[in-house]
């Protein structure tokens, strides 16, 4: 007896399996929106994420600059905290006046926000505060208290404030202390009676010039410091060119051109550090043993000043000398050999300029030997140069060289003599 596979029951409803194979339209519309939500999401935590790290990155940054800055500024903070409080118990106590605020003022603007405060801006600013102050106690006692009055003497004040000094910040800080003369009542009693606020200046001023010349500190550390970093910067420049020249790569003497031109804020600096140490070893009694050493680093500083000019002209002519192929291969390397030894010389003057002990005299006179085969060797004859342009190269560097021998310690006319004649 055969079975038999029964068939299909024609009133039971069929499945295409085709199509539940197959998905429609819709279905992958749905799963193409699903998809590109989930990348979109994924790219939203991405992209947040990213911020996240790029704001915590800035954050601590700022916190590191921060912190230096702080660490720094605990002795600046110090003086000008002293200051302050100083005058005022003095006009308080000693002279008997009520309330001295304008000591306080006078002694703050006067000695300012610095690490190494400049002496004689530190007298300056002080005699601009008390003039600025008598002055308004003048007009106000003569005029009266009223509005043209605080014009007069709020424009007065700036007036003096930009005579005395270039800062926005003095004229700002004297314009707030003229307002205050004008809108704080003079007081009747004391000694000086209605001038008292006038001695309350005087009282500041003093006492700032007593802290920033009585502080103690090396007046050799900050151009120490400043030389050191332009000789550093300036031995890189020397020797980036160097690279240029010997790889007939212009965009090398680009960066060395740029980085002379930005060193003008460094010697700026330096400037102003080996001023304000002269001024110190000049007044303070306690300095003034240092005041040979500073000596050599103002004849440093002002002859870098020189040397960083000339080596900006040469960079400027390095570029277009290696944009027109203008010298040899032996040029080339002759010129580039000269410029590194020129950087090596510098370094060793780096290096002879932040030692303020007895290996200063035999630093730089190992500078002074190496730069002294230097500038004997500056004739294009000797460098295998025969084009024009490198000659005006070799022209350009003879008067750097000698500005470095001069800056180590040697006479003009002797560094000018070890030239060779051309």
Same mark, same amino acid.
């Given at each position: 007896m055969s079975s038999q596979t029964p068939g299909p029951d024609p009133h039971e409803p069929t499945t295409d399996t085709t199509a539940l194979r197959t998905p429609n339209e819709a279905q992958l519309r749905a799963s193409a929106q699903d998809a590109q939500g989930a990348r979109g999401g994924?790219?939203?935590?991405?992209?947040?994420?990213?911020?996240?790290?790029?704001?915590?990155?800035?954050?601590?940054?700022?916190?590191?600059?921060?912190?230096?800055?702080?660490?720094?500024?605990?002795?600046?903070?110090?003086?000008?905290?002293?200051?302050?409080?100083?005058?005022?118990?003095?006009?308080?106590q000693v002279l008997g006046h009520e309330a001295p605020l304008f000591a306080a003022i006078a002694a703050l603007i006067a000695l300012g926000f610095s690490r190494e405060p400049r002496l004689r801006?530190?007298? !300056?600013?002080?005699?601009?505060?008390?003039?600025?102050?008598?002055?308004?106690?003048?007009?106000?006692?003569?005029?009266?208290?009223?509005? %043209?009055?605080?014009?007069? %003497?709020?424009?007065?004040a700036i007036m003096l404030a930009r005579f005395l000094d270039r800062s926005p910040l003095l004229a700002m800080q004297m314009g707030l202390q003229s307002l205050l003369v004008v809108l704080i009542p003079a007081p009747e009693?004391?000694?000086?009676?209605p001038f008292s606020r006038s001695m309350d200046a005087v009282v500041g001023g003093v006492v700032a010039m007593l802290i920033a010349l009585l502080t103690p500190r090396d007046p050799r550390r900050e151009p120490i410091r400043e030389l050191g970093r332009l000789v550093e910067e300036l031995t890189g420049c020397l020797r980036e060119l160097a690279t240029g020249i010997r790889t007939s790569e212009s965009r090398d003497a680009w960066h060395a051109l740029i980085r002379s031109r930005a060193m003008q804020q460094q010697l700026d600096e330096?400037?102003?550090?080996?001023?304000?140490?002269?001024?110190?070893?000049?007044?303070?009694?306690?300095?003034?043993?240092?005041?040979?050493?500073?000596?050599?680093?103002?004849?440093?500083?002002?002859?870098?000043?020189?040397?960083?000019?000339?080596?900006?002209?040469?960079?400027?002519?390095?570029?277009?000398?290696?944009?027109?192929?203008?010298?040899?291969?032996?040029?080339?390397q002759g010129?580039?050999?000269?410029?590194?030894?020129?950087?090596?010389?510098?370094?060793?003057?780096?290096?002879? %300029?932040?030692?303020?002990?007895?290996?200063?005299?035999?630093?730089?006179?190992?500078?002074?030997?190496?730069?002294?085969?230097?500038?004997?060797?500056?004739?294009?004859?000797?460098?295998?140069?025969?084009?024009? !342009?490198?000659?005006?190269?070799?022209?350009?560097?003879?008067?750097?060289?000698?500005?470095?021998?001069?800056?180590?310690?040697?006479?003009? !006319?002797?560094? %000018? !003599?070890h030239l060779p004649h051309l």
């Open positions: 994924r790219g939203t935590l991405h992209r947040l994420r990213r911020g996240t790290g790029d704001a915590a990155r800035a954050l601590a940054a700022r916190s590191r600059s921060g912190a230096v800055r702080s660490r720094y500024s605990i002795v600046p903070a110090l003086q000008m905290t002293l200051a302050g409080v100083g005058a005022y118990t003095i006009a308080e801006k530190v007298l !300056e600013v002080g005699i601009g505060c008390t003039l600025g102050i008598l002055i308004g106690d003048m007009v106000l006692h003569v005029l009266g208290r009223n509005l %043209v009055t605080a014009s007069l %003497v709020l424009f007065v009693s004391g000694i000086f009676g330096a400037s102003d550090a080996v001023a304000s140490a002269k001024e110190l070893t000049l007044y303070s009694p306690a300095y003034r043993r240092h005041r040979h050493y500073v000596r050599r680093m103002d004849r440093v500083a002002d002859q870098m000043d020189l040397a960083v000019r000339s080596l900006r002209v040469v960079a400027r002519r390095a570029v277009g000398v290696i944009d027109h192929a203008a010298l040899s291969d032996e040029g080339s010129l580039a050999a000269v410029l590194d030894d020129l950087g090596d010389a510098s370094a060793l003057m780096a290096e002879a %300029v932040q030692d303020p002990g007895r290996g200063y005299r035999r630093r730089t006179a190992a500078a002074q030997e190496r730069l002294a085969a230097i500038a004997e060797d500056l004739h294009p004859e000797r460098l295998s140069i025969s084009t024009l !342009e490198g000659e005006a190269m070799v022209m350009l560097l003879r008067p750097m060289v000698v500005d470095l021998l001069v800056a180590v310690g040697m006479p003009h !006319e002797e560094a %000018v !003599e």
